[in-house]
T-cell receptor, first 116, second 114 residues
Framework: AQKVTQAQTEISVVEKEDVTLDCVYETRDTTYYLFWYKQPPSGELVFLIR??????QNEISGRYSWNFQKSTSSFNFTITASQVVDSAVYFCALSEDPNYGQNFVFGPGTRLSVLP | DAGVIQSPRHEVTEMGQEVTLRCKPI?????LFWYRQTMMRGLELLIY????????DSGMPEDRFSAKMPNASFSTLKIQPSEPRDSAVYFCASSNRATNEKLFFGSGTQLSVL
């Protein structure tokens, strides 16, 4: 069965600090997809990134970067020079890829507070 | 393009009443998901449909919960009778393999059962 663990329940940083959110996953499939979603205080869930299991290249998008390591089953998310607007709950998610459809499993989320 | 549309945004009801939550997925998407979010349990998958067929409803908490997808553009999640512990935010999401398998979420329905 698939499982996503986000060990950090809450993190507080001061603006401009770098912060890394950890994500560890479990799956028996060789083909799967990993995601990060952001849930700001307004409540909606915003897609940030998708990675498939065959693409281990790290990715950078502005102040955001993601480190995918299959050897440790981790998909960590780093925010560089954090800003108050980054305050949100961040969810890591896993989707296996059965032929008949998709199902997503979310981690418990990490609440990030960026203080001015 | 319109996103996933959920209604109502907020629902307040009394224990024992029937509650129906509605969802219109993005046109062309072939998978639809219902999630429940609470402080205690986080985001839980309740049920998902593929091509209007329920694939996995193992997350549905009990018989009081039922979900239907009569066509590709509409789904309902019904709770009958509702209980205070059902209070949560219910999200609907849709996806399509052609859109990189990511989920598009609706804005959620905040349900309060008194």
């Amino acid at each position: 069965a698939q499982k996503v663990t986000q060990a950090q329940t809450e993190i507080s940083v001061v603006e401009k600090e770098d912060v890394t959110l950890d994500c560890v996953y479990e799956t028996r499939d060789t083909t799967y997809y990993l995601f990060w979603y952001k849930q700001p205080p307004s409540g909606e869930l915003v897609f940030l990134i998708r990675r498939n299991s065959f693409d281990e290249q790290n990715e950078i998008s502005g102040r955001y970067s993601w480190n995918f390591q299959k050897s440790t089953s981790s998909f960590n998310f780093t925010i560089t020079a954090s800003q108050v607007v980054d305050s949100a709950v961040y969810f890591c998610a896993l989707s296996e890829d059965p032929n008949y459809g998709q199902n997503f499993v979310f981690g418990p989320g990490t609440r990030l507070s960026v203080l001015p | 393009d319109a996103g996933v549309i959920q209604s109502p945004r907020h629902e307040v009801t009394e224990m024992g009443q029937e509650v129906t939550l509605r969802c219109k997925p993005i046109s062309g998407h072939n998978s639809l998901f219902w999630y429940r979010q609470t402080m205690m349990r986080g985001l839980e998958l309740l049920i998902y449909f593929n091509n209007n067929v329920p694939i996995d409803d193992s997350g549905m908490p009990e018989d009081r919960f039922s979900a239907k997808m009569p066509n590709a553009s509409f789904s309902t999640l019904k709770i009958q009778p509702s209980e205070p512990r059902d209070s949560a935010v219910y999200f609907c999401a849709s996806s399509n393999r052609a859109t990189n398998e990511k989920l598009f979420f609706g804005s959620g329905t905040q349900l309060s059962v008194l």
